[in-house]
Nanobody, 123 residues
């Protein structure tokens, strides 16, 4: 089992920044691809950014250029730096871990999930 715990969410005005953190415990963190997903009210959960364990390749949605995903395997941490936030970024953000042999943007490819952290961006 891998346990994930997000932190760093909160309320911010449009144009502001937040840094989300995800702390992993349990299994070897370095065995997993990691991702950040978000779910807005009434909408499906969708990937924001994912990062491969094999070569550090990262994939982003349209947030590319504003958001940056990174990981520190020595600390069992993954981060999401979010800059120039917009009201449409408002959502619950989830950290997730998936098998290293299947790098995907699909939520179904991730086996472990945190409880989520709320990000609210006001205009």
């Amino acid at each position: 089992q891998l346990q994930l715990e997000e932190s760093g969410g909160g309320s911010v005005q449009a144009g502001g920044s937040l840094r989300l953190s995800c702390a992993a415990s349990g299994h070897s963190f370095s065995m997993y691809n990691m991702g950040w997903f978000r779910q807005a009210p009434g909408k499906e959960r969708h990937y924001v950014a994912v990062i491969s364990i094999s070569d550090g390749t990262a994939e982003y949605t349209a947030v590319k250029g504003r958001f940056t995903i990174s990981r520190d395997n020595s600390k069992n941490m993954v981060y999401l730096q979010m800059n120039n936030l917009k009201p449409e970024d408002t959502a619950v953000y989830y950290c997730a871990a998936g098998r290293s042999d299947s790098f995907t943007i699909l939520p179904s490819g991730y086996d472990y999930w945190g409880q989520g952290t709320l990000v609210t961006v006001s205009s």
